[in-house]
Each structure stands twice: as structure tokens, then as C-alpha cells.
């Protein structure tokens, strides 16, 4: 079990001046975001382009994953005002493309769907036309739950499988591999316009057969995109790494999603779940393209270039 970090695991440090200033946009409307939470490697660069994950339902949750470094506890009261504030934020960085996550809430009656509802139509009132990428808990499978996030039409419903089927126990012990399963397959069965999404981490123990397993268990089931990453230990109280997958490994991975069938493949060792989320939507959001006329579609694709230039992965 080797815990050294190969050489091409190393990040930049980018200049901290609008890192201070995403910062305190987050914190001068008290929200969250799953970058520090989950102590996310790619913080500096995301925040250095101005751009974060943001995480709704407060910052602690009501499970406790053997891979994620979010605090575990009571959750906190649910804020009525997130949802605007969340759209609010959005729209002062001109983002076109918008990730939101939370913490699992098994406390709540709707396990927080319905804030995740109020929070895609606030973003989508207060643009239009922008794309909302939703990452969301299982629900413990709960089709009520997410119908109702469906119902608020995020153009991307993403929920992570995480690992291989036989690590589920020790990775995510309140999980089940069926059940992740059975939400993204619920949710093309509730609107099959909506695109869905599935991450994977390696590195835990799992073998190359087992990720291509997993790969073609989410693409049987509908799954448009899938980003695989390199798992690293948050803290020594976190499972430990096993094996750290070297970059042509990763390439081998993406090739093997694209001949699967995925309209869209991210593979790499820093590879997060929203990270470069813009690209998938360049890839596959022609549809929202086709109700611009020409003048909107040429504004709207130099607004989601300039996007992918600067990271923005989210917000």
C-alpha cells in the first residue's frame, strides 16, 4: 500500500487574491461549498477562475462515507433563502453553466429534494437559459424524491456510483450499488430528456475488470456521461489509498467509456464529478441551442467558451 504521491499528482498553487474573493461571496450569503467541505484538489484552480460546487442543505451530513471528508452529524436547519441566494451568486459571476450538490439529509421528510427544486427554478428564473447540472444523494431511492427534482427539469441529473459493486460495503456503507443504479435509472424513466450522469473513483482496491463492469452497468441502464477520477485520502481517519492509477491507465478507461457508447468521458487523475462539467454541456446541449436564433446561439457559445477557458466547472 504505498501512500507517496507519484509525480503526476502535484498541483499549482495559482495566486490567492480571487480565491479571497470567491470566498467571501460564499460567505457574505452564508452558503457552501462541496470544494472545502470535501477538501476537493482542485480548489485553487477552480477558485482562482472564480468558480465553486455549491453545496446546499448547510455543510454537515447525515452519513458517513469511508471516502469523504464532509463532516457527519445533525443536519442543519434548512434555509428559505438559499435558493435565491444560490441563483443570486450564479448570475454575479455570468455563469451559464451551474452545478449543485448537497449533503445527504435522511433527517428531512423529502431528504432536501424539494430544496434542490426551489433551488433549479430559482437559477433557471433568474437565467433562462442557462444549464443546471444537479448532483444529488440517493434518496435511499425514493422515486418521490426524485421526481421532485426532476419536475424542476435540471438538464443534468448526476448521482455518483463512486466504486465497484464489491466495495460498496467498506466505501459506502449506507449506500447500495443497486439503489444508485435504480435513481439514474428512475430518473430517464420520470423524463427521459433529461441527461444523466455517473463518477467513479479508483484507486480503493478495485480490479480493471470490475471498473468496466461498472462502466457498462451504467451504460445499460441510459447513463449519458461518466467521470472517473483518482481517489486520495483526505485525512489519516479516511480509507486508505491502495493504489494511485497512472495517467495512460486513465486514457485507457475514457477510450473504453467512448466505444461504450458515452456522449461524453472524463478520465483522469484530478477528474471530480463537476470538474470541467462544462464541457459535457458544449458536447450535448444542442437542444438548448436550437430555441436561440442566430445572433443568441453565436453570444451563448462565446459565453460558454470563455467558460471552459477560464475551468468554470460550476457554481
Given at each position: 500500500?504505498?501512500?507517496?504521491?507519484?509525480?503526476?499528482?502535484?498541483?499549482?498553487?495559482?495566486?490567492?487574491?480571487?480565491?479571497?474573493?470567491?470566498?467571501?461571496?460564499?460567505?457574505?450569503?452564508?452558503?457552501?461549498?462541496?470544494?472545502?467541505?470535501?477538501?476537493?484538489?482542485?480548489?485553487?484552480?477552480?477558485?482562482?477562475?472564480?468558480?465553486?460546487?455549491?453545496?446546499?442543505?448547510?455543510?454537515?451530513?447525515?452519513?458517513?462515507?469511508?471516502?469523504?471528508?464532509?463532516?457527519?452529524?445533525?443536519?442543519?436547519?434548512?434555509?428559505?433563502?438559499?435558493?435565491?441566494?444560490?441563483?443570486?451568486?450564479?448570475?454575479?459571476?455570468?455563469?451559464?453553466?451551474?452545478?449543485?450538490?448537497?449533503?445527504?439529509?435522511?433527517?428531512?421528510?423529502?431528504?432536501?429534494?424539494m430544496q434542490f427544486a426551489h433551488t433549479i427554478r430559482e437559477l433557471h428564473k433568474a437565467n433562462p437559459l442557462?444549464?443546471?447540472?444537479?448532483?444529488?444523494?440517493?434518496?435511499?431511492?425514493?422515486?418521490?424524491?426524485?421526481?421532485?427534482?426532476?419536475?424542476?427539469?435540471?438538464?443534468?441529473?448526476?448521482?455518483?456510483?463512486?466504486?465497484?459493486?464489491?466495495?460498496?460495503?467498506?466505501?459506502?456503507?449506507?449506500?447500495?450499488?443497486?439503489?444508485?443504479?435504480?435513481?439514474?435509472?428512475?430518473?430517464?424513466?420520470?423524463?427521459?430528456?433529461?441527461?444523466?450522469?455517473?463518477?467513479?473513483?479508483?484507486?480503493?482496491?478495485?480490479?480493471?475488470?470490475?471498473?468496466?463492469?461498472?462502466?457498462?452497468?451504467?451504460?445499460?441502464?441510459?447513463?449519458?456521461?461518466?467521470?472517473?477520477?483518482?481517489?486520495?485520502?483526505?485525512?489519516?481517519?479516511?480509507?486508505?489509498?491502495?493504489?494511485?492509477?497512472?495517467?495512460?491507465?486513465?486514457?485507457?478507461?475514457?477510450?473504453?467509456?467512448?466505444?461504450?457508447?458515452?456522449?461524453?468521458?472524463?478520465?483522469?487523475?484530478?477528474?471530480?464529478?463537476?470538474?470541467?462539467?462544462?464541457?459535457?454541456?458544449?458536447?450535448?446541449?444542442?437542444?438548448?441551442?436550437?430555441?436561440?436564433?442566430?445572433?443568441?446561439?453565436?453570444?451563448?457559445?462565446?459565453?460558454?467558451?470563455?467558460?471552459?477557458?477560464?475551468?468554470?466547472?460550476?457554481?
Open positions: 500500500m504505498n501512500q507517496r504521491l507519484p509525480e503526476w499528482l502535484t498541483i499549482r498553487m495559482p495566486r490567492p487574491d480571487t480565491i479571497r474573493q470567491v470566498e467571501g461571496m460564499m460567505r457574505q450569503k452564508n452558503l457552501h461549498t462541496v470544494c472545502e467541505s470535501a477538501r476537493c484538489p482542485n480548489l485553487p484552480e477552480c477558485w482562482s477562475k472564480k468558480t465553486a460546487t455549491f453545496m446546499i442543505l448547510g455543510d454537515t451530513c447525515t452519513r458517513s462515507c469511508g471516502f469523504c471528508a464532509i463532516k457527519v452529524g445533525r443536519g442543519l436547519t434548512v434555509n428559505p433563502e438559499e435558493p435565491a441566494d444560490v441563483a443570486k451568486i450564479a448570475a454575479d459571476l455570468g455563469l451559464k453553466h451551474i452545478v449543485v450538490t448537497s449533503v445527504a439529509r435522511d433527517d428531512l421528510a423529502d431528504q432536501g429534494s442557462c444549464i443546471v447540472e444537479v448532483l444529488t444523494p440517493d434518496f435511499k431511492g425514493n422515486r418521490e424524491c426524485i421526481k421532485n427534482v426532476c419536475d424542476a427539469k435540471p438538464e443534468i441529473y448526476n448521482h455518483n456510483i463512486e466504486t465497484v459493486e464489491r466495495l460498496h460495503t467498506l466505501v459506502r456503507p449506507q449506500a447500495k450499488y443497486a439503489r444508485t443504479m435504480s435513481v439514474l435509472e428512475q430518473v430517464k424513466e420520470i423524463d427521459p430528456t433529461i441527461y444523466t450522469k455517473s463518477g467513479i473513483m479508483l484507486g480503493l482496491g478495485e480490479t480493471k475488470d470490475e471498473v468496466i463492469q461498472t462502466l457498462q452497468d451504467l451504460r445499460d441502464i441510459g447513463v449519458d456521461a461518466v467521470t472517473i477520477g483518482q481517489y486520495l485520502r483526505p485525512t489519516m481517519r479516511h480509507l486508505p489509498v491502495v493504489e494511485y492509477i497512472h495517467p495512460t491507465e486513465f486514457k485507457e478507461y475514457e477510450k473504453i467509456g467512448e466505444e461504450m457508447g458515452f456522449a461524453f468521458v472524463a478520465s483522469g487523475p484530478f477528474i471530480r464529478s463537476s470538474y470541467n462539467a462544462i464541457e459535457f454541456s458544449k458536447k450535448v446541449m444542442g437542444d438548448r441551442l436550437s430555441q436561440l436564433d442566430e445572433a443568441e446561439r453565436a453570444k451563448f457559445l462565446a459565453d460558454l467558451e470563455a467558460q471552459s477557458e477560464n475551468h468554470t466547472v460550476s457554481v
